[in-house]
């Protein structure tokens, strides 16, 4: 046993105990045929990222589980890794190319890959090292990439074996295209912000008529593709339209006017110009209206050879400048206001997005959902909490089919190949490698490779078994046990692995899913380093330690519901952490002086059957809480057990035993607070693994091979839960509360000893006397039953038991009647001055509400004093 130091600084101990778990091999999992796995396979944060309060929330619940399981004698596996994040990481190597005076084009796909390569070597998977200041308990020897050469492998057959199958083709069809990115998004990966912008009315003519029909847009520069203009079959005012032709102003093309219940008589003018080429409703009632589909975009925003000459090569923007000057030009602009609207924006690009048509390859879905749809519905698969079940089954069941394809070098290359000579123009053929000549012609010449790759989410689908080498690890570790992410990725990421699963393994992924909530500012607003209200984790680390950041998240989160965090709460948790090492060097010392104890539970004396009873009761709580994921119920009755029960009450009984001249009774209390803190520390060691780490390898002498980690969390001891002994102490505690609070009323000093009558008819109360006079600083008790209250003594009620506390000849008391008498008076002058304020109408009027209220509280604070003041001088009669 080493002696530790007075105060407790986490940066003295937690790299140095990280260091010595690696160097141990404390992480690494193997397969076990004599224990049972519980894994977890990290989220895979972009190769790119940066440790945020969000990952620390995300990680230490992970952390949670694996240290949690391990103490349980499981075999645990927490895989980590990073995602390849094509779009992040491509635009970051751009930029940098950019910086140093290079384009991409010029460089070319090889020696651009070459290049992102040497920047994810030097640059990416920084949060890796981050998340090891966080204490995870990763094993790093398994960490993977979704580009590793195996990894690329499995995910390349998958889409060869789909595309085998049929289920994998290649469709022209509306896409969100980011032109700063150059390539086709998800629609999870486009943002939608409010925007000043305006709403322009436009006067298209009749054919053959002097009319007009107005139509509203907030995109000029699209009108060049608009092929109808749908009205309502109900709007009265114009369904007369129906039917006729309209002019498309500045091209001259004559396009229809359709019935439509798109359109919404209650809406703009109730006329909407149709441009099934640009946007996705439009695209849609294009469909059911057979509408010619007119592309205007060029890939990177500016309009192409389908618009007018004198529009040609303009960027979006500067076109749709022209238009509204042209168009007022020729007096077809009807008004123009200014309007907030819904901007589509790319979550990478940071700008706003085009909806144009582009050939790409898609993934039929409705077959392959059929499965992942069932084993969650049928509860094989359990979402926390269940509230999420809804929107995954919204999102699957209207499911559509998957853009797999992405116009980008870095990622996985789609193994598609063409044949380039004449002829062979519609070969598609797929393969893990290279075909070595045309299916058709037999030529070897001239086959080309498809150039976009896959999207990012289309090689971390296949993570829960992807990421073992072997059958034999996949065997024995997957399905995982429990997947923890946000519900912002539902459909993304883990409705698709359920897919996967189920499609490659026959069987599910993960046998839990838990979601976690946004992790917001104290204002309620979503924590974001942009906004400036996201403190970085590392420097919450330096300032407060890992174990009080990870306390504090796990803390104040409750089950799936959001966050709000301040760096100040983590006082909280710095305050527990300080209070176990004090209690841990307290009873070091007592152990100094009794250096033959050893661990042992006790149960002779009534204090030690009710700490105990606390600590297995508290087993058995936080053993259902963590089986339930309410991590934070758990935390909270380990804090309760440990600052409440062992440190406010049990050690503070126990002093009084630690002084004892009988070594038998020093030896007994001593070895039963050893064995209560020691199981306590191990309960808490997957919440705050640092700080139990270092008090418990200095309880008792360790071998250099022992850590907590490699201890266990037993099993609550029912036999030791005694419900009676709470009970009691429950009562115990109140009537010295109610003893302190006489003394403190009474201005009674600490030095000075009281002697009390407890009336109450339970006499089990006897045997905690010695405890009551300890802590309450009380020479002598009498229990009695029938005792009546003696003269000049203040009073108390405890759990149905009258206690009396004579206070003849322990203080001055006409001094104190004289005291008592003179506040009495003085606040009763306040008050009759608030009551004049508040019964005169002009003061009334005039005050602001807040110096009312102030005024109407100091009434009642010094009424309740008044009435307290009065108790105690009729405890002087």
């Given amino acids: ?88 990481t491509e635009s970051k190597v751009t930029a940098m190319l950019k910086d140093q005076g290079i384009d991409k084009k010029d460089l070319g796909r090889e020696a651009f890959l070459d290049k992102a390569k040497e920047w994810k070597e030097k640059y990416g998977g920084i949060i890796i090292d981050q998340l090891k200041k966080l204490g995870c308990a990763c094993d790093w020897d398994r960490e993977r990439f979704t580009m590793d050469d195996d990894y690329y492998k499995v995910v390349i057959d998958t889409f060869v074996d789909l595309y085998k199958k049929g289920l994998i083709y290649k469709g022209y069809r509306l896409v969100n295209w980011c032109p700063g990115s150059m390539s086709v998004i998800s629609d999870e990966e486009v943002e939608f912000v409010e925007k000043k912008g305006h709403l322009w009315y436009f006067k298209y003519p009749i054919k053959d008529s002097s009319e007009f029909v107005i139509v509203a847009t907030t995109r000029p520069e699209t009108m060049f593709g608009d092929t109808a203009v749908a009205i309502h079959p109900e709007n ?12 498309l102003p500045l091209v001259g093309r004559e396009i229809p006017i359709i019935a439509d219940n798109h359109a919404d008589p209650e809406k703009g003018t109730g006329a909407v110009k149709i441009t099934p080429g640009h946007d996705p409703n439009d695209n849609l009632v294009g469909q059911r209206h057979g509408l010619q589909v007119i592309n205007v975009m060029n890939l990177n925003a500016t309009l192409n050879d389908n618009v007018p000459e004198g529009f040609r090569g303009l960027d979006r923007f500067a076109a749709r400048k022209k238009v509204v000057e042209e168009l007022k030009e020729l007096g077809l602009v009807d008004k123009i206001e200014e309007h907030i609207h819904q901007l589509s924006i790319s979550q990478r690009g940071k700008e706003p997005i085009e909806y144009l048509m582009s050939e790409q390859w898609y993934l039929k879905m409705s077959e392959l959902v059929k499965p992942a749809i069932e084993v969650v519905n049928n509860g094989t698969i359990k979402l926390h909490p269940e509230k999420w079940i809804k929107t995954y089954n919204h999102w699957l069941n209207n499911i559509q089919d998957w853009c797999l394809s992405r116009q980008l070098w870095w990622g996985h290359r789609i193994p598609t190949y063409y044949c380039s000579n004449a002829g062979c123009e519609s070969v598609k ?55 923890i992410t946000g519900p912002d990725i539902i459909f993304l990421w883990v409705a698709r692995m359920i897919v996967a699963g189920m499609e490659y393994k026959n069987e599910i992924p993960f046998y839990d899913v838990y979601f976690t909530g946004m992790v917001r500012d104290e204002q309620g607003i979503k924590m974001s380093k942009s906004l400036g209200n996201s403190p970085d984790p590392l420097d919450v680390i330096r300032e407060y330690g890992a174990d009080a950041l990870r306390f504090t998240m796990i803390r104040v989160t409750p089950v799936g519901n959001d966050i709000l965090f301040s760096t100040n709460k983590c006082e909280i948790g710095r305050s527990f952490a300080n209070k176990i090492w004090n209690a841990a060097r307290f009873l070091m010392m007592n152990k100094e002086k009794n250096p033959n104890i050893k661990q042992a539970c006790h ?49 503070e009984m126990a002093k009084s035993r630690f002084q004892s001249e009988n070594e038998a009774e020093r030896k007994s209390v001593l070895e039963n607070a050893f064995y209560n803190f020691d199981i306590a520390l191990r309960l808490l060691h997957p919440f705050m693994p640092f700080i139990t780490e270092e008090l418990w390898m200095n309880l008792e002498e360790r071998k250099e091979d022992e850590s ?10 029912k036999s030791l839960i005694d419900q009676e002994a709470e009970e009691l102490m429950e009562t115990v505690k109140e009537i010295i509360g109610k003893i302190r609070n006489i003394r403190a009323e009474n201005y009674i000093v ?112 010094n009424q309740d004093s008044i009435e307290k003041l009065r108790s105690n001088l009729h405890n002087f009669l």
Avoid at 631 to 638: D, G, M, Q, V, W
Avoid at 790 to 808: D, N, Q, R
Avoid at 842 to 851: C, H, K, L, M, T
Wanted: charged share 30%; net charge negative.
């Fill in 429 to 483: 053929m797929c393969d893990s490698s290279k075909p070595e000549k045309c299916v058709k012609c037999g030529s070897s010449d001239h086959i080309r490779q498809d150039e976009d790759v896959l999207d990012t989410w289309a090689s971390s689908w296949l993570w829960p078994y992807a990421v073992f080498r072997t059958k034999e690890e996949q065997d024995y570790f997957y399905p995982t046990n429990i997947l």
């Fill in 750 to 861: 600490p030095s000075k000893t009281v002697n009390i009558v407890i009336k109450s008819e339970d006499t089990r109360l006897t045997q905690f006397e010695s405890v009551i006079k300890f802590l309450a600083k009380v020479e002598d008790i009498i229990f009695d039953p029938n005792a009546e209250k003696p003269k000049l003594a203040a009073t108390a009620i405890a759990s149905g038991s009258e206690i009396f506390v004579p206070l003849e000849g322990i203080i001055d008391l006409e001094a104190e009647k004289e005291k008592i008498d003179k506040e009495i008076s003085r606040l009763e002058g306040i008050n009759s001055g608030i009551n004049k304020k508040l019964s005169n109408e002009q003061f009334v009027s005039r005050a602001p509400e807040e110096i009312l209220t102030k005024e109407k509280d100091k009434l009642l604070n």
């Fill in 708 to 717: 907590i980690m490699l201890s266990s969390i037993p099993e609550a001891d």
């Fill in 236 to 247: 009265e005012k114009l369904n007369h339209l129906i039917g006729k032709t309209a002019i």
């Fill in 603 to 651: 149960t002779e004396i009534i204090e030690d059957k009710w700490i105990n009873s606390r600590l297995n009761h508290t087993l058995a709580i936080v053993e259902e809480k963590v089986k339930t994921f309410q991590l934070n119920e758990a935390l909270k009755a380990i804090y309760e057990f440990l600052w409440n029960d062992l440190c406010d009450w049990y050690i």
């Fill in 1 to 88: 046993m080493n002696e530790i130091s007075k105060t407790y600084d986490p940066t003295l101990i937690e790299d140095r105990i990280y260091s010595n778990w690696l160097k141990k091999g404390y992480f690494k999992a193997e397969v076990n045929k004599d224990k049972k796995p519980y894994t977890i396979v990290i989220p895979p944060p972009n190769v790119t990222g940066m440790l945020t309060i969000g990952h620390v929330l995300n990680n230490t619940l992970q952390d949670v589980f694996i240290r949690w399981y391990k103490l349980k004698g499981f075999e645990t596996c927490w895989v980590p890794g990073t995602d390849h994040a094509s779009i992040a």
